[in-house]
């Protein structure tokens, strides 16, 4: 039985012996490779001087720059649509006043109470009349608002509604709770 086939022309038995003949090297050359690695591993190979100068010139790893080097970077927030920074209160004039925001009122016949949230972060304040909140006095609280008084001067909160959702909101929830 022949190694190659009859009908092979001289230029394709060729290109065959050739593939063969470097399979066999590539061979030699992974065994003589995985033959090395326990020595390698080991360090019998390596003396102890030249092990210890290894170490001597292994790369150092960089150094962060300080913080304010990357102001650029914190100062266009990533998750800010403008990526401008946030704007800051314009000053102490209004004080706490310019945090507060009327979240609720409940008013039964006993009593009447607002919601106030305020601070960072925003946490909700249950007032009565009367009541103090950084500051401010609640003076009165009537249906649709409620009044502050701080020192001589007087503030007023008010209700404020929401715009009823789309009707397109509206199908597209009640199809997501039905399924």
Known sequence: MPLLPRGWSAAQRIAAFALVA????LAA???SEVSAAPEAASGASLPVAS???A???APTLPTMPPLQHFSAVTERP???PSRQPPLQASGDSEGAWSSFVLAGIVITPDSREALIRHGTPP???HLREGQDLEGWVVRSILPDRVVFAGGDTLHELRLTSKPPPSSSTNRASARRSFR
């Open 22 to 25: 470097v399979c066999i090297g």
């Open 29 to 31: 050359a992974i065994y």
């Open 51 to 53: 092990a210890r100068q």
């Open 55 to 57: 170490k001597a010139e």
């Open 78 to 80: 990533l998750f800010s």
């Open 123 to 125: 946490t909700i304040a």
